[in-house]
């Protein structure tokens, strides 16, 4: 009588046994290429999960996945795919902890995008994160304006780290309060401090029209100083 399962289907699928090196060179090219497809994307796409962490969570789920639901999916194809996966997370895991630019190259590295009150435009700009996402960010952190921030770094896990101000040294910034922010014009009205709408650069100003001296634009928005509360 025939057996009720037919292992060498199950196991294979009627594959030849040199399909397993297949496999193997495929999980290689599917990792590389899903670490880099995420490092493209940015941090912000896999915020609290390390992209590294991500490109494993996804291999290991579309590895478990195909044979659980397709026949013709083999259960020694995915246990490659599983101890490969495995493999290069621990060889990845030993690199990074002895290569500093290794760990820059899959991670990321931590990137200031506030300084002293102003925006860092050069590196904001290598980052996808947009400018109304990262408004809202620090405004859950109860920032009314750039003044408020002396220090503000976007980490490779994509979370912002903020550093204020203590309320004695709280300077006139850019307002971050969208009643406030989309007040902006090409000319200034009265005379006082008025900011940047966009690297948040402050200064006091006459009437009149006006051109950034730090990114060259000329829409600004009247600062205010407020202290923080919360």
Same mark, same amino acid.
């Given at each position: 009588?025939?057996?009720?399962?037919?292992?060498?289907?199950?196991?294979?699928?009627?594959?030849?046994?040199?399909?397993?090196?297949?496999?193997?060179? /495929?999980?290689?090219?599917?990792?590389?290429?899903?670490?880099?497809?995420?490092?493209?994307?940015?941090? /912000?796409?896999?915020?609290?999960?390390?992209?590294?962490?991500?490109?494993?969570?996804?291999?290991?789920?579309?590895?478990?996945?195909?044979?659980?639901?397709?026949?013709?999916?083999?259960?020694?194809?995915?246990?490659?795919?599983?101890?490969?996966?495995?493999?290069?997370? /621990?060889?990845?895991?030993?690199?990074?902890?002895?290569?500093?630019? $290794?760990?820059?190259?899959?991670?990321?590295?931590?990137?200031?995008?506030?300084?002293?009150?102003?925006?860092?435009?050069?590196?904001?700009?290598?980052?996808?994160?947009?400018?109304?996402?990262? $408004?809202?960010?620090?405004?859950?952190?109860?920032?009314?304006?750039?003044?408020?921030?002396?220090?503000?770094?976007?980490?490779?896990?994509?979370?912002?780290?903020?550093?204020?101000?203590?309320?004695?040294?709280?300077?006139?910034?850019?307002?971050?309060?969208?009643?406030?922010?989309?007040?902006?014009?090409?000319?200034?009205?009265?005379?006082?401090?008025?900011?940047?709408?966009?690297?948040?650069?402050?200064?006091?100003?006459?009437?009149?029209?006006?051109?950034?001296?730090?990114?060259?634009?000329?829409?600004?928005?009247?600062?205010?100083?407020?202290?923080?509360?919360?």
């Amino acid at each position: 009588m025939k057996d009720i399962l037919e292992w060498e289907r199950v196991l294979l699928n009627e594959l030849p046994p040199i399909f397993l090196v297949e496999v193997l060179v /495929r999980s290689v090219i599917m990792f590389v290429f899903l670490l880099a497809a995420l490092r493209i994307t940015g941090k /912000r796409g896999v915020r609290q999960l390390s992209i590294f962490e991500t490109v494993i969570i996804i291999a290991l789920g579309s590895a478990a996945g195909d044979p659980m639901f397709y026949e013709d999916v083999g259960i020694l194809p995915a246990l490659v795919v599983f101890a490969t996966i495995i493999m290069l997370y /621990r060889a990845v895991t030993w690199l990074t902890g002895k290569s500093q630019f $290794f760990e820059k190259m899959v991670e990321g590295k931590t990137v200031c995008l506030i300084h002293e009150g102003r925006f860092s435009t050069s590196e904001f700009s290598k980052e996808t994160l947009a400018q109304d996402e990262f $408004f809202s960010e620090l405004r859950s952190r109860s920032t009314e304006h750039l003044g408020q921030v002396r220090k503000a770094y976007l980490e490779p896990s994509g979370e912002v780290s903020i550093f204020f101000y203590k309320d004695d040294e709280v300077k006139y910034g850019l307002p971050l309060l969208p009643e406030l922010y989309y007040k902006k014009s090409k000319t200034v009205l009265s005379e006082g401090y008025h900011s940047c709408s966009f690297c948040g650069n402050t200064e006091i100003l006459q009437p009149g029209p006006h051109i950034c001296p730090v990114c060259h634009k000329d829409e600004w928005v009247s600062s205010i100083n407020s202290c923080r509360i919360g």
